[in-house]
């Protein structure tokens, strides 16, 4: 795996996408337990993924808002190396979690404006990597994966204690400039490698893994994590 840009697939939902994205060379893979988003997948569903994917990518859960029970269940199934939590999740929340499972905790943290970095200091302090996102629309019936942008100069030279990823309307158009912008150690898409929501496209995702090599390599130093 890439030691200087992560690279994380996610909504990944049948083997043939989980193919083309580990084919690909993707650090994560990402997999969507909420069943509001077009790309959840159930229990089963989970277990025959995990099996494909191996140790060939790190394996990540995300979910939203989600019980003690269902966790379980993801847990279970999947094996994940990493949780991310995409919902209102508290500090407290996320601190609890960790300790449940043992396991690294990405949290997702919605921007749209300056005010919303206030609560970062506090989720670094218990998670193990902060996934900054677009805020949703107000009508949206998810908390990610729709397909929008936000203001990266929001980011600027603002010093970060945790790893961090950068999401939110990626595509094979956009991430050349996210990166240059951003420096980021990770970047996360989804709705911007597939042809339809839900559907992940095989050759949108070569094509996105190629042009993120391809910032990457233009970079020319380290990705700024400080």
Same mark, same amino acid.
């Given at each position: ?16 996408t989980l193919e083309a994205a ?34 060939? $990518? @790190?394996? %990540?859960?995300?979910?939203? !808002? ?6 379980? #269940?993801? +847990? /279970? ?30 949290? $997702? @943290?919605? %921007?749209?404006?300056?005010? !919303? ?6 989720? #670094?302090? +218990? /998670? ?30 603002? $010093? ?17 400039? /996210? ?30 893994? $190629? ?6 390599a233009g970079l020319g130093s ?5």
């Amino acid at each position: 795996m890439s030691a200087s840009l992560t690279v994380k697939i996610c909504g990944l939902s049948t083997p043939a996408t989980l193919e083309a994205a580990l084919d690909a060379g993707a650090d994560m893979v990402g997999f969507v337990f909420f069943p509001p988003s077009p790309r959840h997948i159930d229990i089963p569903r989970a277990r025959e993924l995990a099996g494909i994917t191996g140790s060939r $990518a @790190l394996k %990540v859960a995300l979910s939203v !808002d989600a019980d003690d029970a269902y966790l379980d #269940e993801v +847990v /279970a199934a999947l094996a994940p190396d990493i949780l991310q939590l995409h919902g209102r999740e508290t500090p407290a929340r996320v601190a609890a979690i960790h300790a449940r499972y043992g396991l690294p905790v990405m949290k $997702a @943290l919605g %921007v749209s404006a300056e005010a !919303d970095f206030a609560s970062l200091a506090a989720y #670094e302090a +218990v /998670a193990d990597r902060i996934l900054f996102d677009a805020k949703p629309p107000r009508d949206a019936t998810r908390p990610g994966g729709n397909g929008h942008a936000f203001d990266w100069s929001l980011l600027g030279s603002r $010093a970060f204690q945790r790893p961090w990823m950068l999401s939110g309307g990626l595509n094979c158009e956009s991430v050349a400039t /996210a990166v240059a912008a951003t420096r980021p150690p990770g970047i996360d898409v989804s709705s911007g490698v597939e042809s339809s929501p839900g559907v992940k496209d095989p050759a949108l995702i070569e094509a996105f893994m $190629a042009r993120a090599r391809a910032a990457q390599a233009g970079l020319g130093s380290a990705p700024k994590t400080a």
